[in-house]
């Protein structure tokens, strides 16, 4: 599958990013793999490739290089597969929530981070993620599925409408992390796989 992988940190996203084809994961009995169709950028993203402030390498991102190889996280998409431990979702669900490495075609996620929902809803979710669920003051986020069940009430509710500024297609994933870093953003970025 085509993926962004990093092999070291680096505040630059052009210098530690790069397209590739590697493996699709395997997932554990207590997890879904997700066929991406689209993953968000934030500030977090930048934080977990660049490892600063440290202190990030120390909350189980890795010490001298990242344990991950791919940064992304957030993530919209379709359960592909679902491991024999999950129950509530099967293949073909539309999802959105957190995964691991959701910058590639596809990443497997735990189901306790991830809700049921349609694509359009899950893009509108995404652009709302940097303003639910966050402790100002830390730089590590707790993603539960009771967020993301509030996050989607509100949007189908019509309370909240969020924006997304621009979206890039995977093999831009440097550029999309850019975009976001020169703080001209009016709403959320987006990768679409």
Not at 14 to 42: F, M, Q, Y
Not at 67 to 83: C, D, M, W, Y
Not at 142 to 163: F, M
Request: aromatic content about 6%; proline content about 7%.
């Amino acid at each position: 599958m085509k993926s962004i992988v990093q092999d070291r940190y680096g505040p630059t996203p052009e210098d530690v990013l790069r397209l590739a084809e590697i493996e699709t994961p395997t997932i554990r009995p207590d997890e879904v793999l997700v066929r991406v169709h689209a993953a968000s950028v934030d500030r977090g993203t930048w934080h977990v490739m660049a490892g600063l402030p440290y202190p990030i390498r120390m909350a189980g991102f890795g010490l001298r290089r990242p344990k991950s190889a791919n940064p992304g996280r957030a993530l919209a998409g379709t359960v592909h597969i679902v491991g024999a431990g999950v129950t509530g979702f099967k293949p073909g669900d539309e999802v959105f929530g957190i995964g691991s490495g959701s910058f590639a075609e596809y990443a497997h996620a735990r189901p306790d981070k991830l809700w049921l929902g349609g694509i359009d809803r899950q893009l509108r979710a995404h652009a709302l993620s940097p303003f639910v669920g966050q402790n100002l003051g830390t730089f590590v986020a707790s993603e539960n599925s009771a967020d993301l069940t509030a996050i989607r009430e509100l949007i189908e509710s019509g309370k909240v409408t969020p924006a997304i500024d621009r979206s890039y297609p995977l093999n831009e994933a440097a550029a999309a992390i850019r975009h976001m870093l020169d703080g001209r953003t009016c709403g959320k970025v987006v990768i679409t796989i």
